[in-house]
């Protein structure tokens, strides 16, 4: 399974990492992903990498912005968000599943979810 933390309240412009641990599997077999959804729309993919790391993808909305990365000795990957707008305010689910799921952007069949950690970006 997949638990999400770090999730909070922040000012636009500030940083913000969540955190996903996984248990039960080694997650260094996995690929890896963050999606997220926004009060009243439907949930969008943010960010995803491959089990190597070598193979990443990132929503146009976040490039530039946010880094996906993992410590696969701690079975724990995280989503590093830098200068956080309004706009960014959602709920963000962590996901691990097969290389495949980076075949393509839009596909989001990961094997494992976690439960969400809302992120809150306001003044």
């Known amino acids: 399974q997949l638990q999400a933390s770090g999730g909070g309240l922040v000012h636009p412009g500030g940083s913000l990492r969540v955190s996903c641990k996984a248990s039960?599997?080694?997650?260094?077999?996995?690929?890896i992903g963050w999606f997220r959804q926004a009060p009243g729309k439907e949930r969008e993919g943010v960010s995803k990498?491959?089990?190597?790391?070598?193979?990443?993808y990132y929503a146009d909305s976040v490039k530039g912005r946010f880094a996906v990365s993992r410590d696969n000795a701690k079975n724990t990957f995280y989503l590093q968000m830098n200068s956080l707008k309004p706009e960014d305010t959602a709920v963000y689910f962590c996901?691990?599943?097969?290389?495949?799921?980076?075949?393509?952007?839009?596909?989001?069949?990961?094997?494992?979810w976690g439960q969400g950690t809302l992120v809150t970006v306001s003044s």
């Open positions: 990498a491959n089990s190597s790391g070598g193979k990443t």
């Open positions: 039960g599997f080694g997650l260094e077999y996995y690929a």
């Open positions: 996901a691990a599943g097969g290389d495949l799921v980076l075949t393509d952007p839009n596909r989001d069949d990961f094997t494992y």
